[in-house]
């Protein structure tokens, strides 16, 4: 399963766009929380501790353990976390409540394991062409990534989703028989054409030689 994180949030009541620019800058980052049973909360996170969870977490689909300051804790899906598109500074965090017991619709990552044997052997190129997949599991069971192995595809070989070994728990809602990955022929780069030869009777070009400038004029 997806690691589950903590980190410690306060209720904010700041609002507007000066209230924001100040919490930033005291090292904070505006934060919602709602969910079907959760009414909508404000909240400010610690920005360092914000960067070093989001830093561990190997994909997007992360499970946090939110302990609001005087009220208690919370299970949330990290649903949004908008950058700036200069510093890269986190902007906002979206927060969605989850019940452990109830199951969930995301999106989680692709991640190939093994070597091709048409890469290996053969020089084929190895294609992916799912790079995440939408799954449906309780809280509990969401994985980090889903795991697909490649080692036994030859050259002209693919893997769908239906050849998945899936964790327990886990229902991939896509098609069945969609390509996650294949191993293409290798690509053959073609020699250019040497030039023809001149046709017969052509005629040579003459060139006429130059005099030395450097040489004395004959006396």
Do not use: W
């Not at 989680?108 to 890469?119: D, K």
């Amino acid at each position: 399963m997806a690691n589950q994180l903590k980190i410690s949030a306060h209720p904010r009541t700041e609002a507007g766009r000066n209230a924001v620019k100040a919490l930033k800058r005291a090292g904070s980052v505006p934060a919602v929380i709602y969910g079907a049973k959760t009414p909508a909360q404000n909240l400010k996170l610690n920005e360092r501790e914000l960067s070093r969870l989001l830093g561990h977490a190997t994909s997007e689909s992360v499970l946090v353990d939110v302990q609001i300051e005087g009220a208690g804790n919370t299970t949330a899906l990290v649903q949004e976390v908008p950058h700036h598109p200069v510093s890269g500074a986190i902007l906002h965090v979206d927060l969605h409540a989850v019940d452990m017991n109830e199951l969930l619709t995301v999106e989680v990552p692709v991640a190939t394991t093994g070597e091709a044997e048409g890469v290996k052997t053969g020089g084929g190129v190895l294609e992916v062409i799912l790079h995440t997949l939408e799954i449906e599991c309780l809280p509990g069971d969401l994985p980090e990534f889903i795991t697909v192995d490649i080692s036994g595809l030859g050259i002209g070989d693919s893997v769908h989703v239906r050849n998945l070994k899936l964790p327990k728990g886990v229902t991939v809602l896509n098609d069945a028989d969609l390509t996650l990955a294949s191993v293409a022929p290798p690509t053959v780069v073609e020699e250019p054409a040497a030039p023809a030869d001149a046709p017969a009777g052509t005629p040579a070009v003459a060139t006429e030689e130059k005099p030395d400038a450097a040489a004395a004029p004959a006396s």
